[in-house]
C-alpha cells in the first residue's frame, strides 16, 4: 500500500491534535522507511518485475526485519517508548495491517515463519478504489479535528490529498519499463516519503486543532 497509509496519518491528528502530520506521515512509512536501507544494505532482497502483479511491480523475495509482523510489532514499540506516543506508535503498526491487505502472501509473521497477505493487488482498481477511500476518509477526520488559520490551510491539504491520488494512478496505471535491480526505485520512494513528510509538516502549521468537538461540519 502507498497513499492509504496517509489516511491513517492524517486520521492520528483526531486522537493527538498536537502531534505534527510530519511524525505521523514519517511513522505509517516507518517499515518502508526502514526498508529501503535494508534493501541496498543487502539485509533484505526484493526484485523489480513489470506486470509482476497488477497493482505491483516488486516481488518482495524476504523482509522479515522490516515487515515481519513480529518485528512490526518491534518497531512499533520502540517508536512508542522514543517518542512517548501512543498514536505514533500505533501509525507505525498500522502500515503492516495495510500492507497485508494489499500483499500476494509474502509478508511472514516472524523470520522464516509463514507468509501472509490478501492480496488486494491482485486487482488494480481494487487497490486505487481502496486507498484512496482510507486517504480520504482520514482527510475527512483531519478536516473535522482541525480548522484553517490561513487561506492555504483552508485548500492546501485537500490540494495535497488530490495530489497523493493522482501520483497513486500514475504508479498503478503507468508504463515501467524498470526491471532487475530494485536500488533506484527504493531510493526515489525514500525521497518521495521524506518529501511527503515535509508538505504535511508544512501544511499542517497552517490548521490549529480545534478547542472541542463542533457540530458536524467540515472546517474547510
Ligand atoms: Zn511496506
Known amino acids: 500500500m502507498f497513499v492509504g497509509h496517509y489516511g491513517i496519518a492524517l486520521a492520528a491528528k483526531r486522537l493527538s491534535p498536537r502531534t505534527s502530520l510530519g511524525w505521523t506521515f514519517l511513522a505509517v512509512q516507518f517499515l518502508d522507511v526502514l526498508w529501503v536501507p535494508a534493501i541496498l544494505l543487502g539485509i533484505e532482497h526484493a526484485r523489480m518485475i513489470p506486470g509482476y502483479l497488477p497493482a505491483s511491480n516488486i516481488k518482495f523475495t524476504d523482509f522479515p526485519w522490516t515487515h515481519s509482523l513480529v518485528m512490526a510489532i518491534a518497531w512499533s514499540w520502540l517508536v512508542f517508548r522514543f517518542s512517548k506516543s501512543a498514536v505514533l506508535g500505533g501509525c507505525v503498526f498500522s502500515h503492516w495491517v495495510l500492507d497485508w491487505v494489499v500483499h500476494a502472501r509474502d509478508l511472514p509473521l516472524y523470520r522464516g515463519g509463514p507468509e501472509v497477505g490478501l492480496g488486494l493487488w491482485h486487482y488494480r482498481a481494487g487497490t486505487l478504489a481502496v486507498e484512496s477511500a482510507i486517504l480520504i476518509a482520514g482527510l475527512w477526520v483531519y478536516l473535522r479535528a482541525t480548522q484553517a488559520k490561513t487561506t492555504m490551510g483552508r485548500y492546501g491539504m485537500i490540494v495535497f490529498a488530490g495530489l497523493l491520488i493522482a501520483i497513486d494512478v500514475a504508479n498503478l496505471y503507468g508504463e515501467s ?7 533506484a526505485g527504493v531510493i526515489f520512494a525514500e525521497v518521495a516519503y521524506c518529501t511527503f ?13 480545534l478547542p472541542e468537538e463542533g457540530p458536524v461540519r467540515l472546517n474547510i
Open 197 to 209: 513528510a515535509g508538505i504535511a509538516y508544512w501544511l499542517d502549521r497552517m490548521r490549529e486543532p
Open 177 to 183: 519499463s524498470a526491471s532487475g535491480n530494485v536500488g
